[in-house]
């Protein structure tokens, strides 16, 4: 059963855009994370050597895939001792988050929890199953029926750390209540604030979080951010081996089967470290440069302590921000996009070029 879903969020943005793109030095979009540096030529290298898929790829992945998984979570997560019946590729993350619920038969009467500052596809799996989703995110709220939770450490859009005594607090109270918890995880190499700008930022999979059993436990991880891999469609998913058998039956029934060249691709790109530490450099100086500018034209910064956005408030509602950005040529996402807590909020992407970043900075700062 199908439930009504929302309009489309982003459409409702038009106006503003059309304002923007007025300025007589064009439009600075930070709206939407999407990647706008090149794909590192070795994995586009190891997506052309692969480019003879005859044969359907397996939904379970290669044998190459499934281990180069299991050895980065124990290398760049602290997740060791996962086999690979413990991992699964997805077709980018957002398929999953979107389908889980259903895969999992959750339906009416069944809750799924998400963050009271969330990326809207969570809602949006619930509303596909047919369940009710709550944003909580204090684990005594969360109700007896409650089947699924979804984290997201570090946030979108708000740039929040869990760190390993909150994950394990959570963690506990799914399993009170027998629910599955899920961690999104694709920020998690993109540290910056306090602790987190020289500390590893944990996986819900990590052993001091787990306690040793991942039962019930999932993390899900996407290439598309770490590694400008969003057109590939380069994600996987790990932990409770039960789970993951479960999932793979739905998903090869359904055919959610990731192509050949890309499965080859993500085996080098996991393989390798450089090319994310050069990424995070980009953002780290993007943010350098965007952060105070938006600071001193009147903006707060709320956590952000990790990831891909800025997560400020002026103090007024998001849409006379949107509206003030706009008209320096400037899209921003409004609070009101990630559900009903954060109404004064709104999001910048640090997804821009250097010379578009700079250019909102300039126009930020002769703005006051
Ligand atoms: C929190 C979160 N989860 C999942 C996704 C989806 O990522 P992808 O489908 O590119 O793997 C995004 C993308 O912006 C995100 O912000």
């Given at each position: 059963?199908l439930?009504?879903?929302?309009?489309?969020?982003?459409?409702?943005?038009?106006?503003?855009?059309?304002?923007?793109?007025?300025?007589p030095?064009?439009?600075?979009?930070?709206s939407?994370?999407?990647?706008?540096?090149?794909?590192?030529?070795?994995?586009?290298?190891?997506?052309?050597?692969?480019?003879?898929?005859?044969?359907?790829?397996?939904?379970?992945?290669?044998?190459?895939?499934?281990?180069?998984?299991?050895?980065?979570?124990?290398?760049?997560?602290?997740?060791?001792?996962?086999?690979?019946d413990?991992?699964?590729?997805?077709?980018?993350?957002?398929?999953?988050?979107?389908?889980?619920?259903?895969?999992l038969?959750?339906?009416?009467?069944?809750?799924?929890?998400?963050?009271?500052?969330?990326?809207?596809?969570?809602?949006i799996?619930?509303?596909?199953?047919?369940?009710?989703a709550?944003a909580?995110?204090?684990?005594?709220e969360?109700?007896e029926?409650?089947?699924?939770?979804?984290?997201?450490?570090?946030?979108?859009?708000?740039?929040?750390?869990?760190?390993?005594?909150?994950?394990r607090?959570?963690?506990?109270?799914?399993?009170?209540?027998?629910?599955?918890?899920?961690?999104?995880?694709?920020y998690?190499?993109?540290?910056?604030?306090?602790?987190?700008?020289?500390?590893?930022?944990?996986?819900?999979?990590?052993?001091?979080?787990?306690?040793?059993?991942?039962?019930?436990?999932?993390?899900?991880?996407?290439?598309?951010?770490?590694?400008?891999?969003?057109?590939?469609?380069?994600a996987?998913?790990?932990?409770?081996?039960?789970?993951?058998?479960?999932?793979?039956?739905?998903?090869?029934?359904?055919?959610m089967?990731?192509?050949?060249?890309?499965?080859?691709?993500?085996?080098?790109?996991?393989?390798?470290?450089?090319?994310?530490?050069?990424?995070?450099?980009?953002?780290?100086?993007?943010?350098?440069?965007?952060?105070?500018?938006?600071?001193?034209?009147?903006?707060?910064?709320?956590?952000?302590?990790?990831?891909?956005?800025?997560?400020?408030?002026?103090g007024?509602d998001?849409?006379?921000?949107?509206?003030?950005?706009?008209?320096?040529?400037?899209l921003?996402?409004?609070?009101?996009?990630?559900?009903?807590?954060?109404?004064?909020?709104?999001?910048?992407s640090?997804?821009?070029?250097?010379?578009?970043?700079g250019?909102?900075?300039?126009?930020?700062?002769?703005?006051?």
């Amino acid at each position: 059963m199908l439930a009504e879903l929302p309009e489309y969020p982003w459409d409702a943005m038009a106006p503003y855009a059309a304002q923007a793109k007025a300025h007589p030095d064009g439009m600075v979009d930070l709206s939407i994370g999407s990647p706008v540096d090149p794909t590192p030529e070795l994995i586009r290298t190891a997506l052309s050597a692969a480019t003879d898929a005859h044969a359907y790829p397996t939904t379970v992945g290669t044998p190459a895939l499934r281990e180069a998984i299991v050895e980065w979570f124990g290398r760049r997560r602290d997740v060791s001792g996962l086999a690979v019946d413990n991992v699964l590729p997805t077709i980018g993350s957002k398929e999953f988050v979107a389908w889980l619920a259903f895969m999992l038969r959750l339906g009416p009467g069944d809750v799924v929890v998400h963050p009271r500052a969330a990326y809207p596809t969570y809602a949006i799996g619930a509303a596909m199953a047919g369940a009710r989703a709550l944003a909580s995110d204090d684990p005594a709220e969360w109700p007896e029926n409650t089947k699924l939770v979804w984290l997201n450490s570090p946030g979108n859009p708000d740039g929040r750390v869990l760190d390993i005594d909150a994950l394990r607090s959570r963690v506990q109270r799914a399993r009170e209540l027998g629910a599955i918890i899920v961690n999104d995880e694709c920020y998690a190499e993109l540290g910056w604030d306090g602790r987190w700008s020289h500390d590893r930022i944990p996986s819900i999979l990590d052993p001091r979080v787990t306690g040793g059993s991942l039962e019930g436990i999932l993390s899900a991880y996407s290439l598309s951010k770490q590694s400008n891999l969003a057109g590939y469609r380069a994600a996987f998913v790990a932990g409770d081996r039960a789970l993951i058998d479960q999932l793979l039956v739905i998903r090869k029934h359904a055919g959610m089967m990731l192509p050949g060249p890309v499965q080859a691709a993500m085996v080098v790109a996991l393989g390798d470290e450089s090319h994310v530490a050069a990424q995070k450099e980009l953002y780290r100086a993007r943010r350098s440069v965007l952060l105070p500018a938006l600071v001193a034209a009147g903006f707060t910064l709320d956590a952000s302590e990790a990831g891909l956005y800025l997560w400020v408030t002026e103090g007024k509602d998001a849409w006379i921000s949107i509206e003030r950005l706009a008209s320096l040529g400037i899209l921003a996402g409004p609070g009101h996009f990630y559900g009903d807590h954060y109404p004064n909020h709104v999001r910048l992407s640090l997804t821009a070029s250097d010379e578009r970043i700079g250019q909102a900075a300039a126009r930020l700062r002769v703005s006051v």
